[in-house]
């Protein structure tokens, strides 16, 4: 007998351009199903589970559907709890009050985890019971995937935000560090060399949480750099990291230091702009140094969606419905690439992607660790699509006549 009751579908962790095109996938494909009575969203995520905070979208049209899916950020908001044992009590009196026998959760590494303990205690509880974890972020630090949708469209922003940071840098020169988001992995950083076209473009410098961060190391290649250019341009992951693994980050940070429902200390109370331009400017004499901090802006900017990500976003909603309806099993959805490009779509357990972090492969860092190579402009591009490209002046100079 097939499983029959009611889907639920929620959105955790931080919103991205894409998420949403998740979240219509999975409601449009369950619609489909006999087994389905109706199609649930929970308002911000597992809190609103607990606090039986529903929308009903068996009764939302396609056509609003098609365009909340275009839309970025999270339709159904958000959340940032993690359940423990009372939580998940608490969640499967909702779940059984409401017959919800399917429940689709879309989020990253965190969401994941969150659904694997969700999903431990139907089995513990004999509830009959069908979870699936809908990957998003756009770090793409989830384990056992090629990429994470969201990541495609956040790369696609940080690229071109540097092509203005570099114009403007070579306008007017001077040093130039724009921090970008990335605990642990440097995936988003990296991407803001994709848009270099002349070989004096920037980033001319990238550091990343892969690999040890060195002060003394670091205004040496700043010197070095500024000596051929008479300018710099450097991406800093926010997660970089000392050599005893410490962020650097969390040095400027005041004792009271916050910490997030995961454990995670908040690294944007941090200016770690603030603190690496100052001792630019403190040990190198350059007296033109700013800084910049992306914050949220890479995750639901409207004005550059990758066609690529909007697409898999969708498929991993879609097949979420099909994995746990048609073929009644667990686990998280995860993006494979095959051949040049294309991608097809798989079910890993929950336990094998839960609390893990996937990071830069070390092929995609250079040998001195302040660079990407050419092996990650190639893993990249596909997932980007087409980026905005800037052009020079190529008129020829005028010869000069009083040379005062």
Same mark, same amino acid.
């Given at each position: 007998m097939k499983l029959k009751g009611n889907v639920l579908v929620a959105q955790g962790g931080g919103p991205t351009a894409v998420i949403n095109q998740s979240l219509v996938g999975a409601v449009l494909e369950s619609r489909k199903f006999v087994e389905v009575n109706r199609v649930y969203g929970a308002i911000h995520g597992v809190r609103g589970i607990i606090d039986e905070e529903f929308l009903d979208l068996t009764q939302e049209? #396609?056509?609003?559907?098609?365009?909340?899916?275009? /839309?970025?950020?999270?339709?159904?908001?958000? #959340? *940032?709890?993690?359940?423990?044992?009372?939580?998940?009590?608490?969640?499967?009196?909702v779940f059984k009050a409401h017959n919800i026998?399917?429940?689709?959760?879309?989020?990253?590494?965190?969401?994941?985890?969150?659904?694997?303990?969700?999903?431990?205690?139907?089995?513990?509880?004999?509830?009959?019971?069908?979870?699936?974890?809908?990957?998003? /972020?756009?770090?793409?630090?989830?384990?056992?995937?090629?990429?994470?949708?969201?990541?495609g469209s956040a790369a696609k922003y940080v690229a071109q935000a540097f092509v203005g940071i570099n114009l403007d840098n070579r306008a007017l020169?001077?040093?130039?560090?724009?921090? +970008?988001?990335?605990?642990?992995?440097?995936?988003?950083?990296?991407?803001?060399?994709?848009?270099?076209?002349?070989p004096d473009d920037g980033p001319h410098l990238i550091y990343l949480p892969e690999r040890v961060f060195d002060k003394e190391e670091f205004l040496k290649d700043v010197k070095k750099v500024y000596k051929k250019y008479n300018r710099c341009v450097i991406a800093v992951s926010e997660g970089i990291k000392d050599k005893e693994g410490n962020p650097i980050a969390s040095s400027i940070i005041n004792s009271k230091k916050e910490i997030d429902s995961h454990g995670n200390i908040l690294l944007s109370q941090s200016n770690l702009g603030s603190l690496l331009s100052n001792y630019i400017k403190n040990n190198l004499n350059i007296k033109r140094v700013r800084s910049d901090t992306f914050g949220y802006l890479q995750r639901?900017?409207?004005?550059?969606?990758?066609? +690529?990500?909007?697409?898999?976003? *969708?498929?991993?909603?879609?097949?979420?419905?099909?994995f746990a309806?048609?073929?009644?099993?667990?686990?998280?959805i995860t993006i494979n690439r095959i051949g040049n490009y294309s991608v097809d779509y798989?079910?890993? *357990?929950?336990?094998?992607?839960?609390?893990?972090?996937?990071?830069?492969?070390?092929?995609?860092?250079?040998?001195?660790?302040?660079?990407?190579?050419?092996?990650?402009?190639?893993?990249?591009?596909?997932?980007?699509?087409?980026?905005?490209?800037?052009? *020079?002046?190529?008129?020829? /100079?005028?010869?000069?006549?009083?040379?005062?």
């Open positions: 049209t #396609t056509h609003n559907l098609e365009q909340v899916a275009k /839309t970025p950020s999270s339709a159904l908001f958000s #959340t *940032r709890d993690k359940p423990d044992e009372k939580y998940c009590e608490n969640i499967f009196k026998r399917y429940f689709f959760y879309i989020g990253g590494n965190d969401s994941a985890n969150t659904v694997e303990i969700v999903n431990r205690y139907a089995s513990e509880s004999d509830y009959e019971f069908r979870a699936i974890h809908i990957p998003k /972020t756009i770090d793409n630090d989830i384990y056992l995937n090629d990429h994470t949708p969201g990541y020169p001077g040093v130039h560090i724009g921090v +970008v988001m990335g605990r642990d992995a440097g995936f988003l950083t990296a991407a803001s060399s994709l848009a270099k076209k002349y639901s900017f409207a004005g550059c969606v990758s066609d +690529v990500d909007q697409h898999e976003a *969708r498929e991993v909603g879609e097949k979420a419905a099909q309806i048609w073929h009644e099993v667990n686990g998280s798989r079910l890993a *357990r929950l336990k094998d992607v839960a609390n893990k972090t996937k990071v830069m492969d070390a092929k995609f860092i250079n040998s001195k660790g302040n660079n990407i190579t050419t092996s990650f402009i190639n893993y990249v591009k596909p997932l980007v699509g087409d980026i905005y490209e800037s052009q *020079r002046l190529i008129a020829p /100079t005028v010869k000069k006549i009083l040379k005062i």
